[in-house]
């Protein structure tokens, strides 16, 4: 029997995993549930807990940043980060973080109880069947890391200049990114190229 926390702040998503765990209560019970991260380190602690399962968006804190918390703490306790956004930096932070898995809640091809039994086998499962998006042009895949960091950076409302300082590069490479950007998406203008961003779940300001 594994013991599941669920942090999420979601009450429709939490009643649909308690739902899809219910099928599977012999081999996995919902130990505690909570909508934001105040009270998911101290939980840890009952020794109760086998694996988490955080939505990326909670209301007090990154979900990404309790996973590598939990991690830190408690590195035997496996963790799933889940969300509904199309932003595949996630994937990446998650896995540098240590997560044992990770859930498209959209993915058509795979469901959470398949990313569980693979994590509870010791094994990582991260989802990763996105639909393809294009933003103008350009379709998501064609776009590299640095200019989607660069253009979350602009989905903030930033200047150049602080651009330049939340990417940690110059104002030359973040004119050099911005060039690419409208070249392969045909926009000419990062202020709609990030609104399209955002509009489509590409990148969340803030995350």
């Known amino acids: 029997m594994f013991g599941i926390m669920i942090v999420e702040d979601s009450p429709f998503t939490i009643e649909y995993l308690e739902l899809k765990l ?8 919902v130990i505690c549930k909570f909508r934001d991260a105040q009270n ?11 694996i988490v399962l955080i939505d990326v968006c909670l209301n007090d804190v ?3 940043d309790l996973a590598k918390r939990i991690k830190e703490s ?5 963790v799933i980060i889940m969300t509904s956004m199309l932003d595949q930096s ?7 973080s240590g997560c044992e898995g990770f859930w498209f809640k959209e993915s058509i091809q795979t469901g ?3 990313i569980l039994d693979d994590v509870a086998i010791g094994e990582k499962a991260f989802s990763e069947d996105f639909p393809e998006i294009t933003l103008g042009n350009a379709r998501l895949e064609e776009l590299t890391d640095a200019e989607l960091a660069v253009l ?4 903030k409302g930033f200047t150049y200049a602080e651009v330049a300082n939340d990417c940690h590069i110059s104002e030359n490479t973040v004119r050099y990114h911005v060039k690419n950007l409208t070249s392969k998406t045909g926009m000419h203008n990062m202020a709609k190229i990030a609104l399209e961003a955002v509009d489509k779940r590409v990148i969340l300001p803030g995350f």
């Open 74 to 78: 408690f590195p035997k306790i496996k």
């Open 40 to 50: 998911a380190v101290p939980a840890c602690e009952s020794g109760q807990i086998d």
């Open 90 to 96: 996630f994937i990446k932070r998650a896995k540098s």
């Open 112 to 114: 959470i109880l398949s």
């Open 152 to 155: 979350r950076s602009f989905a």
């Open 22 to 29: 219910s099928k599977m209560k012999n081999k996995y019970q």
């Open 62 to 64: 990154s979900g990404l």
